[in-house]
């Protein structure tokens, strides 16, 4: 069953008519109409086709649930995330919408009554209970719509493949580290351990305590470069730059010692190279 969108109101039920009473289309599936598809429908819709998605449970919920939270964590502004929303596949083939499990857009205008149309940046499916037809052939359709970035998360194996169009799949596995987008790069998180992905307690490391951590070092950086300043220690701009990249708490800890020490700002320059 479809959950409610973020960003997008729900789509209210339509009285349709029975499925069981539709034709059959060129695959075997019942016929159906975008009105099949609202807020608490079973349905997707794929080229004209009525498509009975599996509802979000178990581990499928969970993992899906890590990954939004995740996004809406490190998400620059401007960037939306969000979950079991129809998309507007449709083209000369036939009408379609479908629901990823979660996906990132950055073109989403006013909120309405109505499917996202666009491009989003990154798409989401978690293989869980859905059949390989089922998940293969959404892929082929992002994909063939010029998606640029979707990843399939398989909870079972807990391994991560990151699909794009018109080039090899990608397999990140337990004990690998899996690139984020840069539009995920709102607090400096580059990439997350595969773990982070389907394990909760992994996870919670790079979402409040990410942030938390963070901007403790960003306190603590900015207090060495205020020390600097109050001595009057000029420093050149790459060892600025270094100490407030840095997320090391102990080396933040003896470099402020230093700045409070050090005869001169070649002598801190000279302790920020030691480490």
């Known amino acids: 069953m479809m959950a409610r969108t973020n960003g997008i109101p729900t789509r209210p039920p339509r009285n349709t008519g029975p499925i069981e009473l539709r034709d059959f289309g060129p695959t075997g ?24 998605q599996m509802g979000s449970k178990d581990i499928h919920g969970i993992v899906m649930a890590l990954l939004a939270a995740l996004f809406r964590t490190h998400a620059r ?19 379609s919408l479908r629901a990823p499990d979660v996906v990132l857009v950055g073109d989403l205008s006013s909120p309405r009554n109505d499917a996202y149309r666009g491009t989003p940046v990154l798409a989401v499916e978690i293989r869980g209970t859905q059949s390989k037809r089922y998940l293969e052939e959404k892929v082929k359709l992002y994909l063939e719509h010029e998606w640029p970035w979707v990843w399939i998360a398989h909870a079972e194996r807990r391994e991560l493949e990151v699909v794009r169009p018109g080039t090899a799949s990608i397999t990140y596995r337990p004990g690998a580290e899996v690139p ?38 960003q306190a603590h950086a900015r207090a060495i470069l205020a020390v600097l300043s109050a001595r009057g220690l000029a420093v050149p701009e790459a060892v600025r730059a270094r100490v407030l990249a840095c997320e090391d708490p102990a080396a933040l800890g003896r470099w402020l010692t230093s700045a409070a020490t050090a005869a001169s700002g070649e002598a801190f320059a000279a302790a920020v190279d030691r480490g």
Not at 33 to 49: A, I, M, V
Not at 187 to 212: I, K
């Open 180 to 217: 984020l987008l840069p539009e995920l790069d709102k607090h400096g998180l580059g990439a997350v351990p595969v773990a982070a992905l389907f394990e909760e307690r992994e996870a919670s490391r790079f979402t409040d305590e990410w942030v938390r951590a963070r901007a403790q070092s």
């Open 29 to 52: 599936r019942r016929l159906g109409t975008p009105d099949d598809c609202y807020d608490g429908s079973p349905w997707e819709l794929h080229r004209g086709e009525l498509i009975e």
């Open 77 to 95: 502004e401007g960037f939306t995330v969000m979950t079991d929303v129809y998309c507007d596949l449709s083209d000369p083939a036939g009408p």
